[in-house]
């Protein structure tokens, strides 16, 4: 059984660009949420999506946004992007929303300079 | 608002001794607990959970956690330390159907030969 899949694993842009990040879930998971790790602020919660709907977000402005494909698949987009936003950014899924132990990905590490 | 803490970034033990890692809680209503791994460059990998029912848990890879409501805490334990147990710990809590997982700091864990 495949498990959470990260697109691009390493990522280098520079300052006020945007960029995309992928993921794709566990097979019959519905549930996606992205996290942001930093050595200063250790891992965060973005958002989460159910059913191509987002269901709950964290603490981050709005140039981080995300969406829900009709197969679960998710993406997540940072614009005007700045140096704080080096990160590694993981993404988790699970079958239903809640949080019955996610499985995380191994994560995009997104260098921005 | 939730929280955790864990109380150690660093903890270092001899191969073959007991791990012991704290974690304490925070939480306004009943909550679920978690324990994820995290080797350099990877995800997070789920240890355990304890979500209702029997306040011990076991794991993977033989470790065990305990909830215990009248201390808010949820420290994990192995009986005896293998090199391959170096790595990052973190403890995190949600919420009751939350869809959202809270951290803690993290504790290193080293494992001394």
């Known amino acids: 059984k495949a498990g959470v899949t990260q697109t691009p694993r390493y990522l280098i842009k520079t300052r006020g660009q945007q960029v995309t990040l992928s993921c794709s879930p566990i097979s019959g998971h519905r549930s996606v949420s992205w996290y942001q790790q930093t050595p200063g602020q250790g891992l965060q919660f973005l958002f989460e999506?159910?059913?191509?709907?987002?269901?709950n977000k964290g603490n981050f402005p709005g140039r981080f946004s995300g969406r829900q494909f009709s197969n679960s698949r998710s993406e997540m987009n940072v614009s005007t992007l700045e140096l704080g936003d080096s990160a590694l950014y993981l993404c988790a899924s699970s079958p239903r929303t809640g949080s019955y132990g996610y499985t995380f990905g191994s994560g995009t590490r997104l260098t921005v300079v | 608002a939730q929280s955790v803490t864990q109380l150690g970034s660093h903890v270092s033990v001899s191969e073959g001794a007991l791990v012991l890692l704290r974690c304490n809680y925070s939480?306004?209503?009943?909550?679920?607990l978690f324990w994820y791994v995290q080797y350099p460059n990877q995800g997070l990998q789920l240890l355990l959970k304890y979500t209702t029912g029997a306040t011990l848990v076991k794991g993977i890879n033989g470790f065990e956690a305990e909830f215990k409501k009248s201390e808010t805490s949820f420290h994990l334990t192995k009986p005896s330390a293998h090199m391959s147990d170096a790595a990052e710990y973190f403890c995190?809590?949600?919420?009751?159907?939350?869809?959202?997982?809270?951290f803690g700091a993290g504790t290193i864990l080293r494992v001394k030969s």
């Open positions: 999506y159910f059913s191509e709907t987002q269901r």
């Open positions: 939480s306004s209503v009943p909550p679920y």
């Open positions: 995190a809590v949600s919420d009751r159907g939350g869809n959202k997982l809270v």
